[in-house]
């Protein structure tokens, strides 16, 4: 079971010296990957119709992940870039299968790509996709295969609900297939990771939940004809929950089949960048014991 960190970044203020200090404490310390979240626009939550209901707000700083990633791929040697979820909705999908085949290449192939679908429709507005936020689930699925056949083929001819693409393609290509994992709450989000995608995230759940939900996926892989041991699960641990409970959460997690692991800092108290590296020590130590 690989285990990683989630940057902090709400509570570090946007300081681009404490992403290059925290991701390179994450390497020395054997972490196996890095996550980071996103919002492109962050948006005061008073007085909106429909009502919005995420957790993040106009005070709540965002780096962009394929930007912070591409700094990172040149500042790190070894430690795998995760993003845990990258709106891909609300991007254009031909512009951003070419930055993260160019954070792939330029990293040497250590990008995995979590996406989902948000759930900010002032973001949407904003970034210019208003009518694709009630089809968002769709859109996804239209992104998820154009990003695929982008990153295979030089030259392609394209067409769907949303895209157009004729007899065009990116260069330089990835040497690879990028990873694309997925992310979310909804029985939506379950199906289509099941259906088209190459593992889950797991973010926000109690670790029972996840475990269950995760079994019940197993299942429907099977069902759908897919081999499980070709799909990764991820579970993102509460650090606040402490070191008498984090040993028994591992081991839940990595008994589960889980091969993922990270441990989330945020909302521990924790003012600086050497008090989240402290607390990602202190817990890599435990984790290499259970």
Partial sequence: ?????????????????????????????????????????????????????????????FHEPLVTYAYLAGVTERIGLATGVIILPQRQTALFAKQAADVDLFSGERLRLCVGIGWNWVEYDGLEVPGHFRRRGKRQELQIELLRKLWAEDVIDHEDADHRIERAGILPRPKRQIPIWLGGFSEAAYERACRIGDGFLFAGRAQEQAVQLKAKMMARLSELGRDAADFGFESIQDYRRGDNQWPGDIATWREAGGSHISVVTMGADLTTVDAHIKAIETWRRVYETV
């Fill in 1 to 61: 079971m690989k285990a990683g960190v989630v940057y902090p970044q709400i509570e570090l203020g946007g300081d681009p010296g404490a992403v290059k200090a925290f991701a390179q404490a994450a390497e020395a310390l054997g972490y196996d990957h890095i996550v980071i979240y996103d919002h492109v626009l962050g948006a005061e939550h008073a007085g909106r119709e429909p009502a919005l209901t995420g957790p993040y707000k106009e005070n709540d700083p």
